[in-house]
């Protein structure tokens, strides 16, 4: 039985072995150039804050009437704010979101390694255990190495995950191509 849709799929299947490896080579040249690829992400971050930043003030103005002005207004600023100051400095901006990240996953690898350990009955808590650890060991990682490891962090895991995303998209492309089985 076939999937409803996967007939434009098929037919394309060419164009999204395309969109697959561009990925892939994109993701590539992020871990390699993962400082450029940080400062390129934080500054993209940027701008779609200014964008949002924008449109909250607008939406504020636009509903003076419904009391939420003064909320929309203050989350607009704020916007704005943060996103002019990710583009201007964008080395600090990526150093605060790796400090961020950093202890995230310190503080939820922890959390989950001792929820796992804890959770007997849960099915495959080895699993949580290990990625509680895994979480948690990237966590000392980062603050260790903090604030040098704010300067390749950010566009190593974008390169990471555009790499995996283009492999997706290529076994997808690929599998489609495929014709259906009834």
């Known amino acids: 039985m076939t999937m409803p849709g996967m007939e434009g799929f098929r037919r394309n299947w060419g164009w999204l072995l395309v969109l697959g490896i561009v990925l892939m080579i994109l993701g590539l040249l992020a871990t390699s150039m993962s400082v450029l690829a940080t400062l390129a992400t934080v500054s993209v971050l940027g701008i779609l804050l200014l964008v949002a930043g924008v449109f909250e003030i607008g939406n504020a103005f636009r509903h003076t009437h419904h009391g939420g002005f003064w909320m929309h207004l203050f989350a607009g600023v704020l916007d704005l704010v943060t996103g002019a100051l990710l583009l201007f400095f964008p080395a600090a ?64 895991c974008v390169g990471i995950a555009l790499i995996f995303r283009g492999i997706w998209w290529a076994a997808f492309a690929l599998s489609a191509r495929r014709p259906a089985t009834e």
């Open 93 to 156: 901006g990526a150093a605060a979101l790796t400090l961020i990240l950093a202890i995230f996953f310190l503080v939820g690898g922890l959390v989950r390694l001792i929820s796992s350990i804890a959770s007997r009955e849960v099915p495959h808590r080895g699993w949580g255990i290990v990625s509680g650890i895994v979480d948690f060991l990237l966590g000392v990682v980062l603050l260790a190495s903090w604030p040098v490891s704010a300067l390749w962090f950010l566009g190593l």
